[in-house]
């Protein structure tokens, strides 16, 4: 089992950054994609942005593109969510996943939640004035 730990989260007014963190201290594999997910009150949860490890192909929502950058650190086996410019609709809880192979192209998974095999808890962004 592959736990994941995500941090990062807060208060920011619109406009305002954050950069979130996912970090899955037990998984030692070389070849895997990072999703960051996000789920509001009474809405489905939405595929953000996605990374693959090992090439480093990503994903964006149309909603963040341009606004969001994903990335992955291999010495501390990080990937990072650096949110800008956030909007009030942007506000939610962020969950970061991890999809193992055999599927490991970002912008076939980040649409759905189905190729992920791994969650973390989630971290709540809250974008307020």
């Known amino acids: 089992q592959v736990h994941l730990v995500e941090s990062g989260g807060g208060l920011v007014q619109p406009g305002g950054s954050l950069r979130l963190s996912c970090v899955a201290p037990g998984l030692t594999r070389d070849h895997y994609v990072v999703g960051w997910f996000r789920q509001a009150p009474g809405q489905e949860r939405e595929g953000v942005s996605c990374i693959n490890k090992k090439s480093g192909n990503t994903y964006y929502a149309d909603s963040v593109k341009g606004r969001f950058t994903i990335s992955f650190d291999n010495a501390k086996n990080t990937a990072y969510l650096q949110m800008s410019d956030l909007k009030p609709e942007d506000a939610a809880v962020y969950s970061c996943?991890?999809?193992?192979?055999?599927?490991?192209?970002?912008?076939?998974?980040?649409?759905?939640?189905?190729?992920?095999?791994?969650w973390g808890q989630g971290t709540q962004v809250t974008v307020s004035s």
């Open positions: 996943a991890i999809a193992l192979p055999p599927v490991t192209v970002p912008r076939l998974l980040c649409p759905t939640t189905e190729g992920f095999h791994y």
